[in-house]
């Protein structure tokens, strides 16, 4: 029974964390440079993330010129967050196309260079939910918050595994197309090559009979 349990648990762990998109990381941004992220996600997928410069020395403010300005945009190129000469920052938004989404941090030049670290984080579907506020609002205890993740969990991979039979088909078609193209080629070049042999020899065949060679 305890060793059950104990698979159930790590099935579990396994699957929310297969299900939850989660990206927390901490760069270095050269002033004057770009640097940008691609987070893919899909539709009606909810989406946050944050982002601050680290502090060279904890305590003390930046200077004016450490600021950097952060924009998200979708697939398609539309805007989702834009934010000028900031400190820090975050954004959330629900999304309304399926594909890679980029998140951009550019820093102003300053004479001279310098690099800015920046940390950042980026989560998406079961990973953007506030578990703890669905707990709070409905007054349900820890085997029911565990069972409605796994619901949503489980939710989330079998939508995955109809994208990925779609994208199989998508390919499978592509191939087969391809061939089929391929063969059409294939034989028509075929017969432009037996054509042009068949001139040539012609051609010689007129050749040495003017100069009645043969």
């Given at each position: 029974m305890?060793?059950?349990?104990?698979?159930?648990?790590?099935?579990?762990?396994?699957?929310?964390?297969?299900?939850?998109?989660?990206?927390?990381?901490?760069?270095?941004?050269?002033?004057?440079?770009?640097?940008?992220?691609?987070?893919?996600?899909?539709?009606?997928?909810?989406?946050?993330?944050?982002?601050?410069?680290?502090?060279?020395?904890?305590?003390?403010?930046?200077s004016?010129?450490?600021?950097?300005?952060?924009?998200?945009?979708?697939?398609?190129?539309?805007?989702?967050?834009?934010?000028?000469?900031?400190?820090?920052?975050?954004?959330?938004?629900?999304?309304?196309?399926?594909?890679?989404?980029?998140?951009?941090?550019?820093?102003?030049?300053?004479?001279?260079?310098?690099?800015?670290?920046?940390?950042?984080?980026?989560?998406?579907?079961?990973?953007?939910?506030?578990?703890?506020?669905v707990?709070?609002?409905?007054?349900?205890?820890?085997?029911?918050?565990?069972l409605?993740?796994?619901?949503?969990?489980?939710?989330?991979?079998?939508?995955?595994?109809?994208?990925?039979?779609?994208?199989?088909?998508?390919?499978?078609?592509l191939?087969?197309?391809?061939?089929?193209?391929?063969?059409?080629?294939?034989?028509?070049?075929?017969?432009?090559?037996?054509?042009?042999?068949?001139?040539?020899?012609?051609h010689?065949?007129?050749?040495?009979?003017?100069?009645?060679?043969?």
């Amino acid at each position: 029974m305890h060793r059950s349990s104990i698979t159930i648990t790590m099935m579990v762990t396994l699957i929310l964390g297969f299900a939850s998109l989660v990206k927390a990381m901490r760069f270095d941004l050269e002033t004057g440079a770009t640097k940008c992220i691609t987070e893919d996600i899909k539709i009606n997928a909810m989406t946050i993330g944050k982002y601050n410069i680290v502090k060279p020395v904890e305590g003390f403010p930046l200077s004016a010129e450490d600021r950097i300005t952060v924009r998200v945009t979708s697939p398609l190129g539309n805007n989702y967050h834009y934010a000028d000469r900031k400190e820090s920052g975050n954004f959330a938004f629900t999304t309304g196309e399926a594909g890679d989404y980029m998140a951009c941090f550019w820093a102003a030049k300053q004479s001279p260079d310098k690099s800015l670290s920046i940390n950042f984080e980026w989560k998406s579907g079961l990973a953007a939910k506030d578990w703890s506020k669905v707990a709070k609002k409905g007054q349900v205890e820890m085997m029911e918050l565990e069972l409605k993740k796994l619901y949503d969990s489980v939710t989330m991979v079998h939508e995955e595994m109809f994208n990925l039979r779609a994208r199989e088909e998508m390919m499978q078609h592509l191939i087969r197309s391809t061939n089929a193209k391929m063969a059409t080629f294939s034989f028509f070049s075929l017969i432009i090559c037996l054509s042009v042999a068949a001139m040539q020899l012609w051609h010689l065949k007129a050749f040495f009979q003017r100069k009645k060679l043969i």
